[in-house]
């Protein structure tokens, strides 16, 4: 069974650039859950995905955006970057969007914004 | 808002020791209570989850204490050991993400 995996694992961009970060999901996952992980704190909801179509989103501006595919992969995609966007972004997905559903993280994405 | 409130931040025990890492919730709402292990360069490793409904669940050496009436909730590590050393997160859910607390770092020493 393949675990969550998140691509790129680290990335360097400049302030006002765009980015666009994926996840695959593990294997008979249809939910996708994406958080952004400052230094020292824990995880931020983002938002997340079911089926194809967004089902929650946390306090985050709309510069950032997502996408899930047939397959269930996902994209993070953040425009305008800011430099306290530099953090460690979590992909994670669960097998349905029920609440009590177990959700397993990827090792992440590490952005870092110049 | 923090919705969730961990402590201690940082906790160092004994190898052999008991690990207590406490956590409390506001929203009366949220039905499903995980944990997660986080060594350093890795996501968050599911170590064991409760619902409101259970006041206690053990999965080997971790124990979930539950108090809904206190709104809190607890992490217990027995017989902890220097590979039990990590970043531990409580977090809470209704229906779509999760809430997480700020995180302990748990430094277990020989």
């Known amino acids: 069974e393949t675990g969550v995996t998140q691509s790129p694992t680290h990335l360097i961009k400049t302030r006002g650039q765009q980015v666009t970060l994926r996840c695959s999901s593990q294997?008979?996952?249809?939910?996708v859950s994406w958080y952004q992980q400052a230094l020292g704190q824990g995880p931020q909801f983002i938002f997340q995905y079911y089926r194809e179509e967004e089902n929650g989103r946390g306090n985050f501006p709309p510069r950032f955006s997502g996408l899930q595919f047939p397959n269930y992969s996902s994209e993070l995609n953040v425009n305008a970057l800011e430099l306290d966007d530099s953090a460690l972004y979590l992909c994670?997905?669960?097998?349905?969007?029920?609440?009590?559903?177990?959700?397993?993280f990827g090792d992440g994405t590490r952005l870092s914004i110049l | 808002q923090q919705q969730v409130k961990q402590s201690p931040q940082s906790l160092i025990v004994q190898k052999g020791g008991i690990s207590i890492i406490n956590c409390a919730y506001e929203?009366?709402?949220?039905?499903?209570f995980p944990w997660y292990q986080q060594f350093p360069g890795k996501g968050p490793a599911l170590l064991i989850a409760i619902r409101p409904d259970v006041s206690e669940k053990k999965e080997g050496r971790f124990t979930i204490s539950f108090n809904k009436s206190a709104k809190q909730f607890s992490l217990h590590i027995m017989d902890s050991q220097p590979g039990d050393s990590a970043t531990y997160f409580c977090?809470?859910?209704?229906?779509?993400?999760?809430?997480f607390g700020k995180g302990t770092h748990l430094i277990i020493q020989p």
């Open positions: 994670a997905s669960s097998l349905t969007g029920d609440s009590n559903q177990p959700q397993h």
């Open positions: 294997s008979g996952h249809n939910t």
């Open positions: 977090a809470a859910s209704l229906g779509d993400g999760l809430t």
């Open positions: 929203n009366t709402a949220f039905d499903y």
